[in-house]
């Protein structure tokens, strides 16, 4: 079946020590997965273990997802880290325990150098997403960038974000649907956009968590329909996608960040094996 994603005339290709990942190749899928963001190091390690044991087993190139920050809660009082520079550290630890890559993400210009030095992709948000000082910072450092579409952007308004990037020489970039504003709480999918972002030319990645999101719905923070993460992941792969972005908590009703979104971490290899049967019969 031809569904209009075959391999891209460039891909994005990371190596590290321990391997080499490509997107835009059409041979696999790649999976961003983990916690939100760290709550405590031995969860995330743990989360870790269970997500490489099952990708392994099912042959899905995983690089281990954890923000060390959450800038953009809504409220003052909501969790946000146990500290940036600690957080940093705890996953560069956890990251040598499993011997994999990571991605996660920025907020300002003032932490890209550090978060370049411990990341292997690093990501940037999609409220960010038009903050040229910020891009342009992320582009120098040379690393592959994972790039939210805002929720405020149509798909190919990513052409002119991408072009920053690239102007300060780095197109190794990866584009992220996480779903479209569609009234107050509420955010829509367009799955045909999956195509227009990638006509662009730069692999494409659905992040099927954020987009079941609840914008701000409890007045004090976002809630979200975590029963729609798997729905959603399938029609992105039904579609074609290079990479599949999702978090995953070992209990999402005690997440202190984002849980009515996460996908519980006991669902994770009946949901990944679905989407590796629905790639290996399309494509």
Known sequence: MNTGFGPLKKTVTLKTPHETITWGDGKNFVLFAGPDIIED?????????EIQRVTRAL???WILKCSFDKANRQSAASFRGPGANSALKSLEKIKG???CALITDVH???????????????QIPAFLSRQTDLMVETAKTG????????????PWDMKAIAQKAVNAGNDKLLLCERGTTFGYNRLINDMTGLIEMRNLGFPVIMDCTHSTQLPGATGESSGGRGEMVWPLARAAMAVG???IFLETH?????????????????????????????WTTHF
């Open 41 to 49: 190091e031995g969860m995330v390690l743990e989360t870790g273990k």
């Open 59 to 61: 042959g899905i190139p």
């Open 97 to 99: 325990e499993l011997n």
């Open 108 to 122: 300002e210009t003032i932490q890209v150098k550090e978060t370049a030095e411990v990341a292997d992709v690093i």
């Open 143 to 154: 690393k592959v960038i994972h790039i939210k579409k805002g929720q405020f952007l149509a």
């Open 241 to 243: 996608v290079d990479g």
């Open 250 to 278: 070992p209990n999402p009703a005690a997440a202190l960040c984002d849980g009515p979104t996460s996908l519980p971490l006991k669902n994770l290899e009946a949901v990944l094996t679905n989407l590796k049967k629905i």
